[in-house]
């Protein structure tokens, strides 16, 4: 198996894409917080102190999506079309699903995985004073294609 992060001689190196042509590209994630059903109502209700974890976790979701080539060191900077965050409120648990649209020579799989685990952190930075118990998982590609222009 050949990595495309790696030149012959083993070396770390961005891999050019400068001949892939202009695609229409999406890439969905999701992920979860699992969290105490006090903390979910709390939010629910919006007696979080910090104000509403969701709203802020949307906007951190997407400026996250924004900045995963400077956060990724092999990522290409990418043009983003939509970053869109949705959440479900579910027992014991709050679900993050991104979906991230580029026009770009490569895909936006990492910026997708990028605002789901930004969604998350930001949530359970909200929350961490009333959630001692809060975990962060289940982040994952759900799905990517590519549609020509």
Same mark, same amino acid.
């Given at each position: 198996m050949e990595f495309s992060h790696l030149?012959?001689?083993? &070396? !770390?190196?961005?891999?050019?894409?400068?001949?892939?042509?202009?695609?229409? &590209?999406?890439?969905?994630? &999701?992920?979860? !917080?699992?969290?105490? #059903? #006090?903390t979910i109502q709390l939010i629910e209700q919006g007696g979080m102190k910090k104000g509403d974890?969701?709203?802020c976790a949307r906007v951190a979701a997407i400026m996250g999506a924004k900045k995963t080539g400077e956060l990724i060191p092999l990522c290409h900077p990418l043009p983003?079309?939509?970053?869109?965050?949705?959440?479900?409120?579910?027992?014991?648990?709050?679900e993050i699903l991104a979906t991230v649209v580029t026009t770009a020579r490569t895909g936006v799989e990492m910026e997708a995985l990028t605002a789901v685990s930004t969604a998350a952190l930001t949530i359970y930075d909200m929350c961490k004073a009333v959630?001692?118990?809060? !975990?962060?998982g289940d982040i994952s590609l759900v799905s990517k294609k590519k549609e020509p222009l």
């Open positions: 030149d012959s001689k083993g &070396r !770390v190196k961005m891999v050019d894409i400068s001949g892939k042509p202009l695609v229409k &590209r999406t890439a969905v994630a &999701r992920g979860a !917080v699992f969290l105490g #059903e #006090e974890p969701l709203a983003l079309d939509l970053v869109s965050i949705d959440f479900s409120m579910k027992p014991g648990k709050i959630d001692k118990k809060m !975990v962060i």
